[in-house]
């Protein structure tokens, strides 16, 4: 089963996220965006999705991070701040795949993962 990462500092986002798509995918959710890189090395994510604004590190700074680290773990980065030129940065340096504005509609981040993991599998090859 495909794997996502799920990390937000709001609890009650995590458990939601979980619920609507364990169905589909194998969901995990961290509230730390700096235990991300274990999770990730360990179970092998396809796709992180991450809220923009979080204590300790930021979603672009994740991005940035993870991508040095694994290159083919696709990043998608929620937000409710309408910063579209720092997103659209992020997206021209192949940070981020997309970034979606909170609040989230399902059918909308459901289809972007499944876009997201037909990303991530051309190029893991």
Known sequence: MLKLLYIDDEINSLFLFKEL?????????LDDPTKAFDLISKEGINVLITDYLMPGMNG??????LHESFPTVIVIILTAYDD?????QAINKELIFRYIMKPWKKAELEEVIRQALVRHASLAG
């Open 21 to 29: 798509f364990k169905k589909w995918f194998t969901v995990y959710t």
């Open 60 to 65: 672009l700074e994740l991005a940035q991070k």
């Open 84 to 88: 579209r030129d720092i997103m659209l």
